[in-house]
C-alpha cells in the first residue's frame, strides 16, 4: 500500500527518514480523514472509534501486577474493529521514535504485532509499518515517562484522535501545511500530556520542533545556546520551541548537517556539570503520618508542606530558598531549618520527572517514579508533584544492607541516588513485553564483584612468586584496608601501586590514587577542609575543598561504580599523626557499614563505600611506627615485606636472571643482611637498591655502596660501632672477599 503524501519539507529536513516515513504511513491518512493505511478499508481516525477506544482504555487495569499488553487486551475484548485497530495505530505511534526506553527492536514490533492478532480476521501489518520501527530510534526520554505512562499516552493519543476527527477539515489540512498551526491544533487537545504531544510534533513536522521532549531538557538546550540567536524569546511552549528551532538551524548552518542533540560533543554543552542524570529520593511526612501516606499512594503524588513560606517558583536557586525559609520560619530552629531549605530546593528545582520515588511505612518500602513538575496546592499550603507508586511493597529488612543505610538518613526530602540502581531493580517488570518474553533486569545490586585472581604472569612481572601475592589481594579483600610494612628498598610502594592496578583492571589510574603523608599532613589534607579562595570581585574568602580519600570515596559511590574496586595508596602511612589526618574516620575504618557526620559538614552522613580499599605503606627503619596507637593497629592487616621472605626473597636475583644480567649484586644483597643481626632485622636492606643499571658496574655499585647503603647504617649503629667497625663488617671489599672464599 502506497503511504499518503505530505509536504517536502517534512522529508528534506528530518533527522531519521525511516522513522518519519513510517510514521507519517499512520498520521497521514488518519488526518486528512482517510481510511487506515493498515488495511485500507477501516476508518480508525473518527469520533466513535476514539471515544469507544478511550472509555474502555478509562477503566483502568485489571492486574497491575500483569504486563500491560495483557490488561490491554482483556480491556479491549468484544471491542469492535475500529476501536482495535486504532490501538494498534496508537501503539504503534507511541514507541515508534523511542531510543532507550524499549528494550530491544524485537519488544518494539511484539507489542504491535501482538495488538494486530486481536482483531476477526487477525491484522496482517504492512511493511510500511516495520520500515520505521529500528533499533536506534530519535527520543532520548530521560524522564522514563514514556516507559511509565504508555497508558495515559495511550488515552491522550485518543483524545487527540477525536479532536482531530471533530475539528472542520479546512483547519486540519492547514495544520498540516505549517508548524505553528500544528502546534495549536495539538495543543487543544483535553488533559495535555507534554512528551507524547512533543512526540507526535516531532513526527508531524520533523523539520521544526526536535526530538527532544523533557521539559528539562527542553530548557537546557535553550539556555545553553541562546546566545547565538540573540537571546531567549520567551518561555511559553511555544517560544522555547521557536528558540530551539532558531538554534538548531544556526548549528545546522554550522555543522553542514542536521545536528544531534545528544551527540557527544553537544550534550556536554548544553547538559548541566554534575548532573547525575536519573536521582532517587527518600520522601517523609511529619511523624509518619500514616494517613497522608496513603493519600500520596492513592492520588498517585507525593506533596511536601510549606505553610508558612511563600511563594516561590520551580527553578528557584537555593539563595533564593535559604533567604525565605530564614525570613518565613524563624520560630524554627536552626537544625529545623536548615532541613526544610534542603527540601524545598529538592522538590522545587532538584527533583525531576523520571527520578525514582521511595517512602517507608511499617517496615515495607514502597517506590515510584515522578512523573510531574512541582506544583502549588489550591490554598498554597503544600507543594505537589504527580508520582506513579508501583503496587509492590519491599521488606526495608530484605534490601541491601547500603540501601538500608541510606534509608536511615534524616531528612524530609534525602537524595540517595548512590543506591539508585540496587532500587532500579526492584521495579516492576517492564510492561511491553508477557512475563515469559521480558528480559532480564538491565541493573543489579551493586555489590563489588571481587577481586580477580592474580596471574602467574603479573606475578613473575614483580620477580615474585605468586602464592604470598595472592594471600595478600585475599586479605585485602576481606578487611579492605592493609599496611605493606618492611625495612627501606623493599618495594612496598611499588608493589601497592601495581597490585592496586591489577586488581582494579584500570590501566588509567583513574581508580587507583595515592597520596604520601608527612608530619604537617592533616584532616584537612586528607578528608576535607576550608581552603583560601578568592571571589570574581577579587576579595579573598574560604571554600571547603573536597580532599584525595572524599573524592575517591564519592567516585567510587556514584551509581555504576559500585561493582568497581577502588584503591587508595597512603604512602609513609607513619609519618603523619594519624589520629589528627584521621579523626572520626577511624570510626568508618572498623565499621563500614555505619554513617558518620563530619565536623565540616555536619548535615551530611558520610559512609565509606564498600568497594573502596585502602593500602598503606610503612618504613620500619622510621622509628615512628613504633608510636603507632592501637586503633590503626587494630582496623589494618600488616603484611610485612622482608628481604628474607616471600614475596621479597629471592626477587633480586630472579630480577637479575630475567634480563641474563650478573647476580653479583644478589650474593652482595644476601651477605650484607646476614651480616645485620636478627634482633636488628628490621635495619636490613631491600633489593631495590640492586634494581638500577649503575649496579651492574664496579664503580656504580662502589657509589651505591658509599653514598646510599653506608649512610644508612651509619645511622641505625651510631653510638653502637665505630666507622672502621662498620667497614669490617658491612664493608664492599670485604664482603666481596667473603664471597671470593665462599
Given at each position: 500500500m502506497t503511504p499518503s503524501k505530505k509536504p517536502a519539507l517534512h522529508r528534506a529536513l528530518g533527522i531519521s527518514k525511516e522513522i518519519e516515513d513510517a510514521a507519517w504511513f499512520v498520521l497521514g491518512p488518519g488526518l486528512l480523514g482517510k481510511a487506515s493505511a493498515l488495511d485500507g478499508r477501516t476508518k480508525t481516525w473518527s469520533v466513535p472509534a476514539a471515544t469507544e477506544l478511550l472509555e474502555r482504555l478509562e477503566r483502568g487495569v485489571a492486574d497491575p501486577k500483569a504486563p500491560m499488553m495483557t490488561n490491554l487486551r482483556?480491556?479491549?475484548?468484544?471491542?469492535?474493529?475500529?476501536?482495535?485497530?486504532?490501538?494498534?495505530?496508537?501503539?504503534?505511534?507511541?514507541?515508534?521514535?523511542?531510543?532507550?526506553?524499549?528494550?530491544?527492536?524485537?519488544?518494539?514490533?511484539?507489542?504491535?504485532?501482538?495488538?494486530?492478532?486481536?482483531?476477526?480476521?487477525?491484522?496482517?501489518?504492512?511493511?510500511?509499518?516495520?520500515?520505521?520501527?529500528?533499533?536506534?530510534?530519535?527520543?532520548?526520554?530521560?524522564?522514563?515517562?514514556?516507559?511509565?505512562?504508555?497508558?495515559?499516552?495511550?488515552?491522550?493519543?485518543?483524545?487527540?484522535?477525536?479532536?482531530?476527527?471533530?475539528?472542520?477539515?479546512?483547519?486540519?489540512?492547514?495544520?498540516?501545511?505549517?508548524?505553528?498551526?500544528?502546534?495549536?491544533?495539538?495543543?487543544?487537545?483535553?488533559?495535555?500530556?507534554?512528551?507524547?504531544?512533543?512526540?507526535?510534533?516531532?513526527?508531524?513536522?520533523?523539520?521544526?520542533?526536535?526530538?527532544?521532549?523533557?521539559?528539562?531538557?527542553?530548557?537546557?538546550?535553550?539556555?545553553?545556546?541562546?546566545?547565538?540567536?540573540?537571546?531567549?524569546?520567551?518561555?511559553?511552549?511555544?517560544?522555547?520551541?521557536?528558540?530551539?528551532?532558531?538554534?538548531?538551524?544556526?548549528?545546522?548552518?554550522?555543522?553542514?548537517?542536521?545536528?544531534?542533540?545528544?551527540?557527544?560533543?553537544?550534550?556536554?554543552?548544553?547538559?548541566?556539570?554534575?548532573?547525575?542524570?536519573r536521582r532517587a529520593w527518600l520522601l517523609r511526612t511529619h511523624h509518619d503520618n500514616a494517613e497522608l501516606l496513603a493519600e500520596w499512594r492513592d492520588e498517585e503524588a507525593v506533596t511536601l508542606d510549606v505553610e508558612h513560606l511563600r511563594l516561590l517558583d520551580p527553578g528557584v536557586t537555593a539563595g533564593l530558598v535559604q533567604n525565605a525559609v530564614d525570613e518565613d520560619y524563624k520560630h524554627l530552629g536552626y537544625v529545623e531549618r536548615e532541613d526544610t531549605k534542603t527540601a524545598v530546593f529538592a522538590f522545587l528545582t532538584v527533583m525531576k520527572p523520571g527520578d525514582l520515588a521511595l517512602y517507608q511505612s511499617s517496615g515495607k518500602v514502597r517506590i515510584g517514579v515522578v512523573l510531574g513538575e512541582p506544583e502549588h496546592?489550591?490554598?498554597?499550603?503544600?507543594?505537589?508533584?504527580?508520582?506513579?507508586?508501583?503496587?509492590?511493597?519491599?521488606?526495608?529488612?530484605?534490601?541491601?544492607?547500603?540501601?538500608?543505610?541510606?534509608?536511615?538518613?534524616?531528612?524530609?526530602?534525602?537524595?540517595?541516588?548512590?543506591?539508585?540502581?540496587?532500587?532500579?531493580?526492584?521495579?516492576?517488570?517492564?510492561?511491553?513485553?508477557?512475563?515469559?518474553?521480558?528480559?532480564?533486569?538491565?541493573?543489579?545490586?551493586?555489590?563489588?564483584?571481587?577481586?580477580?585472581?592474580?596471574?602467574?604472569?603479573?606475578?613473575?612481572?614483580?620477580?615474585?612468586?605468586?602464592?604470598?601475592?595472592?594471600?595478600?589481594?585475599?586479605?585485602?579483600?576481606?578487611?579492605?584496608?592493609?599496611?605493606?610494612?618492611?625495612?627501606?628498598?623493599?618495594?612496598?610502594?611499588?608493589?601497592?601501586?601495581?597490585?592496586?592496578?591489577?586488581?582494579?583492571?584500570?590501566?588509567?589510574d583513574e581508580r587507583v590514587k595515592l597520596v604520601q603523608f608527612h608530619p604537617s599532613y592533616a584532616y584537612e589534607d586528607f578528608f576535607e577542609g576550608f581552603r583560601p579562595d578568592k571571589t570574581d570581585e577579587g576579595q579573598v574568602s574560604f571554600k571547603l575543598v573536597a580532599g584525595p580519600l572524599r573524592r575517591l570515596a564519592e567516585e567510587a559511590a556514584k551509581p555504576g561504580n559500585e561493582s568497581k574496586p577502588y584503591f587508595l595508596i597512603i604512602d609513609e602511612m607513619n609519618r603523619a599523626n594519624l589520629a589528627k589526618v584521621f579523626g572520626e574516620l577511624y570510626f568508618l575504618l572498623e565499621y563500614r557499614d555505619d554513617r558518620i557526620y563530619l565536623q565540616y559538614s555536619p548535615n551530611e552522613p558520610f559512609t565509606l563505600p564498600d568497594n573502596l580499599y585502602i593500602i598503606g605503606t610503612m618504613n620500619t627503619a622510621d622509628r615512628s611506627i613504633a608510636m603507632?596507637?592501637?586503633?590503626?593497629?587494630?582496623?589494618?592487616?600488616?603484611?610485612?615485606?622482608?628481604?628474607?621472605?616471600?614475596?621479597?626473597?629471592?626477587?633480586?636475583?630472579?630480577?637479575?636472571?630475567?634480563?641474563?644480567?650478573?647476580?653479583?649484586?644478589?650474593?652482595?644483597?644476601?651477605?650484607?643482611?646476614?651480616?645485620?643481626?636478627?634482633?636488628?632485622?628490621?635495619?636490613?636492606?631491600?633489593?631495590?637498591?640492586?634494581?638500577?643499571?649503575?649496579?651492574?658496574?664496579?664503580?656504580?655499585?662502589?657509589?651505591?655502596?658509599?653514598?646510599?647503603?653506608m649512610p644508612l647504617l651509619e645511622e641505625h649503629y651510631h653510638g653502637q660501632l665505630n666507622r672502621a667497625q662498620l667497614e669490617e663488617r658491612f664493608g664492599l671489599e670485604q664482603l666481596l672477599g667473603r664471597l671470593a672464599y665462599a
Open positions: 482483556q480491556n479491549l475484548e468484544d471491542a469492535t474493529r475500529g476501536a482495535k485497530q486504532l490501538a494498534v495505530e496508537l501503539l504503534f505511534l507511541q514507541s515508534l521514535p523511542l531510543a532507550h526506553e524499549v528494550k530491544s527492536l524485537k519488544v518494539k514490533r511484539a507489542r504491535v504485532a501482538e495488538a494486530a492478532s486481536w482483531l476477526e480476521p487477525p491484522l496482517e501489518l504492512p511493511d510500511e509499518l516495520y520500515a520505521g520501527m529500528t533499533d536506534h530510534g530519535v527520543i532520548r526520554d530521560r524522564t522514563a515517562e514514556f516507559n511509565w505512562t504508555i497508558w495515559d499516552h495511550l488515552k491522550w493519543l485518543c483524545r487527540f484522535v477525536r479532536h482531530v476527527a471533530q475539528r472542520p477539515a479546512h483547519v486540519v489540512q492547514a495544520a498540516v501545511k505549517d508548524p505553528l498551526a500544528f502546534h495549536q491544533l495539538v495543543a487543544g487537545t483535553p488533559d495535555d500530556q507534554p512528551a507524547i504531544r512533543r512526540s507526535i510534533e516531532f513526527l508531524v513536522w520533523p523539520s521544526y520542533f526536535e526530538p527532544v521532549v523533557a521539559d528539562v531538557e527542553r530548557q537546557e538546550i535553550r539556555d545553553a545556546f541562546a546566545s547565538l540567536v540573540g537571546g531567549a524569546k520567551g518561555d511559553s511552549d511555544e517560544e522555547v520551541s521557536a528558540d530551539i528551532h532558531r538554534i538548531r538551524l544556526h548549528l545546522d548552518q554550522q555543522a553542514g548537517q542536521r545536528i544531534d542533540w545528544y551527540s557527544r560533543q553537544l550534550v556536554s554543552q548544553w547538559r548541566k556539570v554534575g548532573d547525575p542524570g496546592g489550591q490554598d498554597n499550603r503544600r507543594l505537589r508533584r504527580k508520582v506513579r507508586w508501583f503496587d509492590e511493597e519491599h521488606d526495608a529488612t530484605g534490601l541491601p544492607r547500603h540501601v538500608q543505610r541510606q534509608l536511615t538518613t534524616s531528612g524530609n526530602i534525602v537524595d540517595i541516588t548512590r543506591v539508585i540502581q540496587s532500587l532500579e531493580a526492584l521495579l516492576p517488570a517492564e510492561a511491553e513485553a508477557d512475563a515469559d518474553e521480558a528480559a532480564e533486569p538491565d541493573v543489579v545490586v551493586p555489590v563489588c564483584d571481587g577481586f580477580r585472581p592474580l596471574t602467574p604472569e603479573f606475578a613473575a612481572s614483580l620477580h615474585m612468586d605468586l602464592e604470598p601475592l595472592q594471600e595478600i589481594a585475599e586479605l585485602l579483600e576481606e578487611n579492605r584496608q592493609l599496611v605493606l610494612y618492611g625495612p627501606p628498598g623493599t618495594g612496598k610502594t611499588y608493589l601497592a601501586k601495581h597490585l592496586a592496578a591489577e586488581l582494579a583492571g584500570d590501566t588509567t603507632m596507637d592501637a586503633a590503626i593497629r587494630r582496623r589494618f592487616s600488616f603484611i610485612e615485606l622482608h628481604p628474607k621472605t616471600e614475596p621479597v626473597k629471592g626477587s633480586l636475583l630472579r630480577f637479575l636472571q630475567a634480563r641474563d644480567l650478573d647476580t653479583t649484586p644478589a650474593l652482595l644483597l644476601d651477605a650484607l643482611n646476614d651480616a645485620i643481626d636478627e634482633w636488628d632485622r628490621d635495619l636490613m636492606i631491600g633489593p631495590s637498591y640492586f634494581m638500577k643499571k649503575s649496579a651492574q658496574t664496579p664503580k656504580g655499585l662502589r657509589r651505591i655502596w658509599k653514598y646510599e647503603l
